[in-house]
C-alpha cells in the first residue's frame, strides 16, 4: 500500500505521462492507471466556476467551432461533388 500510495504521488504530482512514471518504477502502465484513476476518484478536484467573461468566451469559442463545423461539412459534400463530376 505504502509502494502504491507514493506511485500515485509521483504520477499525479508531476507533468510526465503515467506510462514513463510506470517505466521509472518498474510497474505495468495499466496498473498504475488504475491505481491514479481510483485516486482522483476518491479524491476529485473541485474546479472554480466560470467567470462572467470566460463564459462569454466560451460561448463566442463554440459558436465559432460550430460555424467551422458546418464550412468543413460543406466544402467536404462540394469536394465531392466535383470530384463526381471530374470523371
Not at 5 to 12: C, F, G, L, N, T
Not at 29 to 49: I, M
Not at 55 to 61: G, I, P, T, V
Request: glycine share 6%.
Amino acid at each position: 500500500p505504502e509502494f502504491r500510495d507514493e506511485a500515485v504521488k509521483m504520477a499525479v504530482g508531476s507533468d510526465r505521462p503515467i506510462a514513463q512514471v510506470a517505466r521509472e518504477l518498474g510497474i505495468n502502465p495499466g496498473t498504475l492507471g488504475n491505481w491514479v484513476a481510483a485516486y482522483r476518484k476518491a479524491h476529485p478536484v473541485k474546479e472554480e466556476p466560470l467567470s462572467v467573461s470566460d463564459r462569454a468566451r466560451l460561448r463566442e469559442l463554440e459558436r465559432e467551432n460550430r460555424k467551422l463545423k458546418m464550412k468543413n461539412d460543406f466544402l467536404g459534400k462540394a469536394a465531392a461533388f466535383f470530384a463526381q463530376e471530374y470523371r
